[in-house]
Protein backbone atom coordinates (compact mmCIF):
# COMPACT_ATOMS: atom_id res chain seq x y z
CA UNK A 1 0.00 0.00 0.00
CA UNK A 2 1.04 3.03 -0.99
CA UNK A 3 2.24 5.83 1.93
CA UNK A 4 0.12 8.84 2.37
CA UNK A 5 2.68 11.57 3.59
CA UNK A 6 0.89 14.58 5.24
CA UNK A 7 2.69 18.18 4.91
CA UNK A 8 0.69 21.50 6.44
CA UNK A 9 2.23 23.51 3.35
CA UNK A 10 0.45 21.22 0.90
CA UNK A 11 -2.99 21.26 3.27
CA UNK A 12 -2.75 24.85 3.56
CA UNK A 13 -2.79 25.41 -0.49
CA UNK A 14 -5.22 22.86 -0.77
CA UNK A 15 -7.76 24.73 1.70
CA UNK A 16 -7.12 28.50 0.12
CA UNK A 17 -7.67 26.87 -2.88
CA UNK A 18 -11.17 25.98 -1.16
CA UNK A 19 -11.57 29.14 0.23
CA UNK A 20 -11.04 30.86 -2.98
CA UNK A 21 -13.58 28.77 -4.82
CA UNK A 22 -16.14 29.04 -1.83
CA UNK A 23 -15.25 33.31 -1.57
CA UNK A 24 -16.52 33.15 -5.92
CA UNK A 25 -19.70 31.43 -5.30
CA UNK A 26 -20.86 34.60 -3.06
CA UNK A 27 -21.41 36.63 -6.64
CA UNK A 28 -24.24 33.81 -7.85
CA UNK A 29 -27.43 35.01 -6.92
CA UNK A 30 -29.66 34.16 -4.23
CA UNK A 31 -31.95 31.53 -6.77
CA UNK A 32 -28.62 30.02 -8.30
CA UNK A 33 -27.47 29.12 -4.33
CA UNK A 34 -30.22 27.49 -3.10
CA UNK A 35 -31.96 25.87 -6.06
CA UNK A 36 -32.25 22.14 -6.24
CA UNK A 37 -32.30 20.96 -9.82
CA UNK A 38 -33.10 17.56 -9.09
CA UNK A 39 -34.94 16.17 -6.34
CA UNK A 40 -33.40 14.00 -3.57
CA UNK A 41 -30.11 16.41 -4.34
CA UNK A 42 -29.21 19.54 -2.09
CA UNK A 43 -28.31 22.55 -2.93
CA UNK A 44 -25.58 25.20 -2.92
CA UNK A 45 -26.10 26.45 0.08
CA UNK A 46 -27.13 23.35 1.75
CA UNK A 47 -23.60 21.88 0.69
CA UNK A 48 -22.27 24.65 2.29
CA UNK A 49 -24.20 24.59 5.60
CA UNK A 50 -23.47 20.28 5.79
CA UNK A 51 -19.55 21.55 5.42
CA UNK A 52 -20.39 23.37 8.61
CA UNK A 53 -22.03 21.16 10.64
CA UNK A 54 -19.33 18.27 9.69
CA UNK A 55 -16.47 20.49 11.06
CA UNK A 56 -18.26 21.08 14.29
CA UNK A 57 -16.77 17.92 16.21
CA UNK A 58 -13.45 19.09 15.14
CA UNK A 59 -13.49 22.88 16.61
CA UNK A 60 -13.59 21.95 20.71
CA UNK A 61 -11.10 19.21 20.14
CA UNK A 62 -8.41 21.36 17.94
CA UNK A 63 -9.00 24.39 20.11
CA UNK A 64 -8.26 21.88 23.59
CA UNK A 65 -5.28 19.76 22.12
CA UNK A 66 -3.49 21.92 20.07
CA UNK A 67 -2.01 23.81 23.06
CA UNK A 68 -1.45 20.58 24.57
CA UNK A 69 1.07 19.43 22.31
CA UNK A 70 4.36 20.04 23.03
CA UNK A 71 6.96 21.78 20.82
CA UNK A 72 8.94 20.04 18.36
CA UNK A 73 12.82 20.29 18.36
CA UNK A 74 13.38 18.45 14.96
CA UNK A 75 13.07 20.13 11.37
CA UNK A 76 8.80 19.10 10.80
CA UNK A 77 8.99 15.92 8.68
CA UNK A 78 5.84 14.61 6.77
CA UNK A 79 3.51 12.82 8.93
CA UNK A 80 2.86 9.00 7.51
CA UNK A 81 -0.97 8.20 7.85
CA UNK A 82 -1.70 5.16 9.44
CA UNK A 83 -3.25 2.51 7.17
CA UNK A 84 -7.18 2.71 9.06
CA UNK A 85 -6.98 6.48 9.04
CA UNK A 86 -5.48 6.49 5.27
CA UNK A 87 -8.35 4.32 4.00
CA UNK A 88 -11.12 6.58 5.79
CA UNK A 89 -9.27 9.71 4.16
CA UNK A 90 -8.96 8.07 0.74
CA UNK A 91 -12.85 7.06 1.03
CA UNK A 92 -13.35 11.28 1.44
CA UNK A 93 -10.46 12.16 -1.72
CA UNK A 94 -12.68 12.89 -4.96
CA UNK A 95 -10.78 11.64 -7.96
CA UNK A 96 -10.36 14.04 -10.50
CA UNK A 97 -13.59 15.52 -11.02
CA UNK A 98 -15.44 12.60 -9.74
CA UNK A 99 -16.53 11.73 -6.23
CA UNK A 100 -15.83 7.51 -5.49
CA UNK A 101 -17.55 6.13 -2.69
CA UNK A 102 -20.94 7.67 -3.08
CA UNK A 103 -22.27 7.69 0.42
CA UNK A 104 -25.41 8.57 2.87
CA UNK A 105 -24.86 11.34 4.77
CA UNK A 106 -25.20 10.93 9.16
CA UNK A 107 -28.79 12.49 9.69
CA UNK A 108 -26.78 14.31 12.31
CA UNK A 109 -24.57 16.10 9.31
CA UNK A 110 -27.82 16.91 7.61
CA UNK A 111 -28.61 20.25 6.75
CA UNK A 112 -31.44 21.82 8.38
CA UNK A 113 -32.75 24.49 5.80
CA UNK A 114 -36.67 24.87 5.53
CA UNK A 115 -37.31 24.27 1.63
CA UNK A 116 -40.50 25.01 1.75
CA UNK A 117 -40.23 28.57 3.02
CA UNK A 118 -37.86 30.72 0.78
CA UNK A 119 -34.26 30.65 2.12
CA UNK A 120 -33.28 34.26 1.68
CA UNK A 121 -30.31 36.40 1.24
CA UNK A 122 -29.84 36.73 5.28
CA UNK A 123 -29.67 33.42 5.71
CA UNK A 124 -27.37 32.40 2.84
CA UNK A 125 -24.88 35.42 3.82
CA UNK A 126 -24.91 34.15 7.65
CA UNK A 127 -24.12 30.45 6.21
CA UNK A 128 -20.84 32.05 4.29
CA UNK A 129 -20.14 33.63 7.45
CA UNK A 130 -19.95 30.92 9.44
CA UNK A 131 -18.22 28.67 6.54
CA UNK A 132 -15.25 31.18 6.40
CA UNK A 133 -15.08 31.35 10.21
CA UNK A 134 -14.81 27.76 10.61
CA UNK A 135 -12.74 27.50 7.92
CA UNK A 136 -10.50 29.83 9.02
CA UNK A 137 -9.78 28.36 12.27
CA UNK A 138 -9.37 25.07 10.84
CA UNK A 139 -5.95 27.30 8.50
CA UNK A 140 -5.44 28.42 11.72
CA UNK A 141 -5.32 24.97 13.32
CA UNK A 142 -2.53 23.69 10.71
CA UNK A 143 -0.76 26.56 11.20
CA UNK A 144 -0.29 26.13 14.80
CA UNK A 145 0.46 22.82 14.58
CA UNK A 146 3.42 23.26 12.27
CA UNK A 147 5.88 23.26 14.95
CA UNK A 148 4.66 20.94 17.25
CA UNK A 149 4.87 16.68 17.89
CA UNK A 150 1.53 16.06 16.19
CA UNK A 151 1.95 12.21 17.10
CA UNK A 152 0.86 11.91 20.48
CA UNK A 153 -2.60 13.63 20.62
CA UNK A 154 -5.59 12.14 18.70
CA UNK A 155 -8.64 13.32 17.79
CA UNK A 156 -11.96 11.45 17.69
CA UNK A 157 -13.39 11.91 14.46
CA UNK A 158 -17.06 12.95 13.23
CA UNK A 159 -17.28 9.50 12.63
CA UNK A 160 -17.48 8.47 16.34
CA UNK A 161 -14.69 6.84 18.63
CA UNK A 162 -14.69 3.68 15.35
CA UNK A 163 -11.67 6.71 14.01
CA UNK A 164 -9.06 8.36 15.55
CA UNK A 165 -6.96 10.36 14.15
CA UNK A 166 -4.05 12.32 14.95
CA UNK A 167 -4.28 16.05 13.98
CA UNK A 168 -2.51 15.73 10.36
CA UNK A 169 -4.69 13.03 10.06
CA UNK A 170 -7.74 15.01 11.06
CA UNK A 171 -7.01 17.98 8.70
CA UNK A 172 -6.59 15.59 5.66
CA UNK A 173 -9.77 13.36 6.29
CA UNK A 174 -11.54 17.42 6.56
CA UNK A 175 -9.98 18.77 3.27
CA UNK A 176 -10.79 15.87 1.33
CA UNK A 177 -14.03 15.63 2.80
CA UNK A 178 -13.71 19.85 1.47
CA UNK A 179 -12.68 18.82 -2.08
CA UNK A 180 -15.36 15.86 -2.35
CA UNK A 181 -18.15 18.63 -2.30
CA UNK A 182 -16.36 21.28 -4.02
CA UNK A 183 -16.75 18.68 -7.24
CA UNK A 184 -20.28 17.87 -5.99
CA UNK A 185 -20.86 22.28 -6.25
CA UNK A 186 -19.87 21.55 -9.63
CA UNK A 187 -22.23 18.81 -10.41
CA UNK A 188 -24.83 21.06 -9.46
CA UNK A 189 -23.75 24.20 -11.47
CA UNK A 190 -23.16 22.19 -14.56
CA UNK A 191 -27.09 20.36 -14.19
CA UNK A 192 -28.01 24.19 -13.56
CA UNK A 193 -26.34 25.05 -16.82
CA UNK A 194 -28.15 21.87 -18.63
CA UNK A 195 -31.47 22.65 -17.44
CA UNK A 196 -31.41 26.23 -18.39
CA UNK A 197 -30.26 25.53 -22.24
Not at 31 to 43: A, K
Given at each position: ?26 ELD ?36 IPK ?33 KMK ?93
Amino acid sequence: MAKLLLTPENQIQRLNIVLNNVKSLQELDTDVLTNVSIPDTWSIIEVLAHLNIAYGPYRNQLDEVIPKMTDSNEEQKPFRARPWQKMIIEMQRPKGTRRKWKMKTMKRFEPLLDRKNIIGKEKVKEIFREFFELHGHLKDSILKSRNKDVSKIKITSGIGPIVKFYPPESFEFLLCHLERHMVQIDEILNQQKVLTQ
